[in-house]
């Protein structure tokens, strides 16, 4: 497709056209183009939308990850302080036996002086007991820490585990697109699935061949029933930049427009819920291979642990 044609050589295409079509015909497809036009202009909003919430959710595992560091630290120091309070109460058990034998060793003494021993010895006992409460109450409290880094990461083993699973079964599943490029892959719990743009399109087209349409069939019954998951269909182009006056009209329409395609597909073939389902164009700014075009045309199913758990306990 030339989208470079002269200026001369376009505007006599467009009157000979309007010389040859009725005018009501020639208006219906100027409105057509129109809201073409519109319609793209929505899509990009969407598109930004879509990235600002997507980094809105990566800004949060950031946090989520801070606030356990920022538990697991506090968690420390309190053990510390539990620690140190034993080898108190140690010595104040110590001190309390030797004033207790003390105490016994002069009953026979004055009056004045058993009285005072005794009101030292009631002191010394008042406070231990209040190292006591207070060593009990911070006994508890790390322990409920520990039961809440405990679970913490108990949630984080379990969403791991389950994207290892995950990979592996939809490894299997698509088994036989792995040499026409499809690739799965599992990195900090989300599983990734990767179609090249030759497997599922031609050239600039939003079309996905049969093929491509059998191998994200495949790939929808595979994922169907999984629970605790979101997916983003995420669209990527190489870095030759394109410009034309219909649809798609540049790389990042391109991107868009194929990612939405994939999502009808998945929802057309499958029973996925469609509000677990993203699609999002990135154009040409997140490559694989800077120095490899056809590695960066592609789509990227991305499975990502659902982290309502997680926040509900950071919350508490």
């Known amino acids: 497709m030339n989208f470079r044609a002269p200026l001369s050589a376009f505007t006599a295409a467009v009157l000979l056209l309007v010389g040859c079509v009725p005018m009501s015909q020639f208006t219906e497809v100027r ?3 129109d809201a073409l036009d519109q319609s793209a202009a929505e899509l990009t909003e969407q598109v930004q939308a879509l990235r600002l919430a997507v980094a809105e959710k990566d800004g949060q595992l950031r946090e989520d990850a801070r606030r356990m560091e920022a538990l697991r630290s506090d968690t420390s120091g309190l053990g510390s302080r539990l620690r140190q309070c034993e080898l108190r109460n140690e010595g104040l058990e110590e001190l309390n036996a030797m004033l207790s034998a003390e105490l016994d060793d002069k009953r026979s003494s004055s009056g004045a002086e058993q009285a005072a021993l005794l009101a030292e010895l009631q002191r010394i006992r008042a406070d231990l007991q209040f190292q006591q409460d207070s060593l009990y109450a911070l006994e508890q409290d790390l322990k409920a820490r520990e039961a809440k880094v405990a679970e913490l990461s108990r949630l984080l083993d379990a969403q791991k585990a389950a994207g290892a699973a995950l990979k592996e079964r939809l490894s299997d599943a698509l088994f036989a697109f792995r040499n026409k490029g499809l690739e799965v892959e599992e990195r900090d719990g989300k599983v990734y699935v990767r179609l090249s743009s030759k497997l599922l399109f031609a050239s600039g087209s939003t079309a996905i061949d049969p093929e491509g349409r059998k191998a994200l069939s495949d790939l929808a019954r595979a994922i169907e029933d999984e629970d605790g998951f979101e997916v983003v269909v995420e669209g990527h182009t190489d870095d030759v930049a394109f410009s ?10 391109l991107s868009v427009l194929r990612a939405t395609a ?5 929802t057309s073939s ?3 819920k469609p509000e677990v389902l993203t699609a999002a164009g990135r154009s040409q700014y997140h490559p694989r291979d800077p120095q490899d075009r056809n590695r960066n045309r592609r789509i990227e199913v991305v499975l990502s642990p659902q982290l309502g758990s997680l926040y509900e306990l950071l919350e508490e």
């Open 244 to 253: 034309s006056a219909s649809s798609p009209r540049n790389n990042w329409e």
């Open 262 to 266: 994939v999502v009808e597909v998945l």
């Open 31 to 33: 409105d057509d183009r």
């Open 270 to 272: 499958s029973s996925l």
